[in-house]
């Protein structure tokens, strides 16, 4: 549970950085102000995940420690540990900010992140195999968490806090994830409106 529990931290920054903050920043007129500005819309958009992502990867390392103490993990102050965790905290919430940067970002009433983040929330993290194995999914369910950014990080964390695989268990996972966020930022990119 600890491995989820890291994630869904991370995603709940996700959905308030991601989608709530920016969606509130139109709405008070605040966006105005990005839009003024000799920014390109890489650099705003960019800048605005990274933000974003920086508050996630210390959500998902406070998570982490805690959690790992708490649940006994033996050597979680181990440095090199410690690195492939935060290696894999950043792409993991680079991956997150960028999905819910990606859903928000052509919408403009408020009440739509707060209406659709539960049940996304439900329909990532489930098939993710936090809970129970992606092995005994029926194949339809296989299918949705092979394209789920979660399923990714739930395996890289496992393999990190409970079998201190080291890089060889977490490059696959950092990979995937890695690429999530360069193809959900690029689009965010495209997708960006730079007007009023």
Same mark, same amino acid.
């Given at each position: 549970?600890?491995?989820?529990?890291?994630?869904?931290? =991370?995603? !709940?920054?996700?959905?308030?950085?991601? @989608? /709530?903050?920016? +969606?509130? %920043?139109?709405? &008070?007129? #605040?966006?105005?102000?990005?839009?003024?500005?000799?920014?390109?819309?890489?650099?705003?958009?960019?800048?605005?995940?990274?933000?974003?992502?920086?508050?996630?990867?210390?959500?998902?390392?406070? =998570?982490? !420690?805690?959690?790992?103490?708490?649940? @006994? /993990?033996?050597? +979680?102050? %181990?440095?090199? &540990?410690? #690195?492939?965790?935060?290696?894999?905290?950043?792409?993991?919430?680079?991956?997150?900010?960028?999905?819910?940067?990606?859903?928000?970002?052509?919408?403009?009433?408020?009440?739509?992140?707060?209406? =659709?983040?539960?049940?996304?929330?439900?329909?990532?993290?489930?098939?993710?195999?936090?809970?129970?194995?992606?092995?005994?999914?029926?194949?339809?369910?296989?299918?949705?968490?092979?394209?789920?950014?979660?399923?990714?990080?739930?395996?890289?964390?496992?393999?990190?806090?409970?079998?201190?695989?080291?890089?060889?268990?977490?490059?696959?996972?950092?990979?995937?994830?890695?690429?999530?966020?360069?193809?959900?930022?690029?689009?965010?990119?495209?997708?960006?409106?730079?007007?009023?």
């Amino acid at each position: 549970m600890l491995a989820g529990s890291i994630s869904i931290a =991370i995603f !709940v920054v996700a959905m308030i950085g991601g @989608g /709530i903050v920016f +969606i509130d %920043d139109k709405a &008070r007129g #605040l966006h105005e102000g990005y839009l003024v500005t000799p920014i390109g819309k890489a650099d705003l958009i960019i800048g605005l995940i990274f933000a974003g992502a920086i508050k996630g990867v210390m959500a998902g390392l406070t =998570i982490t !420690v805690i959690g790992g103490m708490i649940a @006994g /993990i033996e050597r +979680i102050w %181990d440095p090199i &540990r410690l #690195l492939y965790l935060i290696l894999v905290l950043s792409v993991t919430a680079l991956g997150m900010i960028s999905f819910m940067f990606l859903l928000m970002v052509r919408v403009d009433d408020p009440l739509v992140p707060r209406a =659709i983040f539960g049940v996304l929330n439900t329909l990532l993290y489930f098939p993710s195999g936090a809970i129970y194995p992606t092995e005994g999914f029926p194949t339809w369910l296989r299918w949705i968490s092979v394209v789920d950014p979660f399923t990714y990080a739930v395996h890289a964390l496992k393999n990190l806090l409970l079998k201190n695989t080291g890089f060889s268990g977490i490059y696959g996972d950092v990979g995937i994830l890695a690429a999530f966020a360069i193809v959900f930022t690029s689009l965010s990119i495209l997708l960006f409106q730079r007007q009023l």
